[in-house]
């Protein structure tokens, strides 16, 4: 913000636009991504085009001392992040059988959660003991090192395919038994003729089961940027702490993300219905009782600090879930109705969708808490994102109890276009 220019008691007003350039440039391109992404043969080349994205925006950040161009890289690094998610999703999904999906999207989120944490913490090291340049310098290298990793990379859907290109050739001929051919040929038309005109996105919104985890996804964004923009407020106005209490305030709330591979096995054995509406029941009475810690005293930052554990508990144990859900969905689809969903499925765009949701929480979270906060106070900012809590709860109902369920309820759209 100095670069910029910008008066330092500006500063939060200008980090929070552009955070939310961020996430608002992730928000609208998430879908486009997840299509697009459907349609390339590999996942690797959305991978790098992802990280050459991204190092563009280092660059143009590295380099200015505008305003204006600190938003337009903040607007590149949303696009990065939004296609390097959709890609990470549809990479685990073709990697990892259904059953075990959900510890699998455990692990990710808990390596994202490392990353948030562990990425102020260098960055404030490296800043401290090398300046800004060398900050980038360093972000630099991870890149390179992860360019690296993903020219790599070998996909399970490129080694299927090369085996059997090595089976073909060691046939007579080179080629594979006519029989086989034949049967291949009549399969593939007979699913040729299921398949709709339209984008398999609009056939995923007609799911009820993919509309409720999407919104589920899109409440948890709300609670968890809601605190961003104001639980470093809340502690240094009512407890007096410094930049750094205000910066630790946030461990509670991101460790339990370190939980997500067990959340996710658990989602795994029980389904997404138990976890899910478990979790949002629980939410709202930990949410509500943040407002009893308002007095300063220790006795009420301990009991905030309990509470923000559990909040963050009860987040990160349905994220899994609500992943896992939307391409149960899909194979429901799939198998009800074969190739409705396109000749390569709509992994990505399915898990665009849900990313979709993701960042338009983040998006709109800050602008909700500081407005209530802000206008009301703590206690009806943290009632209100409870009461939102409670009524996210009610549809969870609807959820699926385990992956072997196959309810011709949940198959029905919940409505036709």
């Excluded at 993919?210 to 104001?230: E, P, R």
């Excluded at 969905?329 to 074969?338: G, I, R």
Aim: proline share 4%.
């Amino acid at each position: 913000m100095t670069r910029a220019g910008v008066p330092y008691s500006e500063r939060e007003y200008w980090v929070s636009v552009l955070l939310m350039c961020e996430a608002g440039t992730a928000l609208a391109l998430c879908p486009v991504f997840g299509y697009l992404v459907d349609r390339v043969h590999t996942r690797k080349f959305p991978f790098l085009s992802a990280l050459v994205i991204l190092a563009g925006c280092m660059v143009i950040q590295h380099t200015s001392h505008s305003l204006a161009i600190f938003i337009v890289g903040r607007l590149f690094q949303g696009c990065a992040a939004a296609l390097v998610v959709v890609a990470s999703f549809a990479l685990l999904n073709d990697s990892v059988p259904l059953e075990h999906l959900g510890q699998t999207i455990g692990y990710l989120g808990s390596a994202i959660a490392l990353g948030f944490l562990l990425g102020p913490f260098l960055g404030g090291i490296v800043f401290h003991a090398g300046g800004y340049n060398a900050v980038f310098y360093v972000a630099y290298s991870i890149i390179a090192v992860d360019c690296a990793m993903r020219v790599t990379m070998i996909e399970k859907r490129a080694a299927i395919r090369w085996e059997q290109e090595s089976v073909t050739e060691q046939q007579p001929n080179g080629n594979a038994s006519p029989g086989r051919e034949s049967a291949s040929t009549e399969q593939n038309q007979d699913i040729g003729q299921t398949r709709g005109t339209k984008f398999a996105l609009f056939r995923i919104l007609q799911q009820r089961r993919v509309l409720l985890s999407s919104w589920a996804l899109l409440a948890q964004g709300i609670l968890v940027s809601a605190f961003d923009a104001t639980l470093p407020i809340f502690v240094e106005t009512r407890y007096g702490w410094s930049e750094l209490g205000m910066g630790l305030i946030f461990l509670p709330m991101a460790i339990p993300a370190f939980l997500e591979p067990l959340f996710g096995f658990i989602t795994d054995r029980c389904g997404a219905r138990l976890i899910a509406c478990a979790c949002f029941c629980l939410l709202c009475p930990a949410l509500i009782c943040l407002r009893f810690a308002e007095r300063d005293d220790i006795a009420y930052m301990v009991l905030l600090i309990i509470l923000l554990f559990l909040i963050g508990v009860f987040i990160h144990a349905c994220t899994p879930a609500m992943f896992v859900e939307t391409q149960r969905a899909l194979t429901a689809m799939e198998a009800e109705n074969p190739g409705c969903l396109g000749p390569t499925g709509a992994v990505a765009q399915g898990f665009g969708l849900q990313s979709m949701c993701q960042f338009a929480g983040v998006f709109f979270g800050p602008l909700w808490g500081g407005f209530v906060e802000y206008r009301f106070g703590w206690g009806t900012m943290s009632g209100s994102l409870g009461m939102l809590a409670a009524l996210t709860a009610v549809p969870m109902l609807w959820l699926s109890t385990d992956e072997h369920e196959e309810d011709d309820e949940d198959r029905e759209p919940l409505f036709r276009c």
